[in-house]
């Protein structure tokens, strides 16, 4: 399977769970650590756990790897190699502006992160 159809599969399955706001950034032509990022919100932090073990439970049976996932509060992050998936809060989606950065990198705004 396809990177394209993988994400698609995940925002199904976010969707399909009740995940607000799902956006999808390529990154794949630019110098970042994964070639796509996705952006899900959750109704609260319990929302967001279940959303991370809803799709590790469908996923991983599919040959899907789940390389780490690091949860607080309001944040979740999936890393699954060349994915990652954050699922937050809207107030933590608000305070970290995750789509700015995002959109710069995938402008190719940033030519220097570090």
């Not at 699922?87 to 940033?110: C, D, G, H, P, V």
Request: proline content about 1%; charged content about 35%; aromatic content about 6%.
């Amino acid at each position: 399977m396809n990177l394209d159809d993988r994400v698609e599969r995940i925002i199904k399955e976010l969707d399909e769970k009740k995940a607000e706001e799902l956006e999808v950034f390529n990154l794949s032509d630019v110098d970042y650590i994964v070639d796509r990022v996705v952006l899900a919100n959750a109704l609260s932090d319990k929302h967001s756990s279940s959303l991370a073990t809803h799709l590790k439970d469908k996923l991983k049976p599919l040959g899907e790897e789940f390389l780490h996932i690091d949860e607080s509060d309001d944040w979740v992050v999936i890393d699954m190699g060349d994915i990652l998936v954050h699922i937050m809060s809207s107030q933590a989606r608000q305070t970290y502006s995750l789509e700015e950065f995002l959109t710069e990198i995938s402008n190719k705004k940033i030519t220097e992160i570090f």
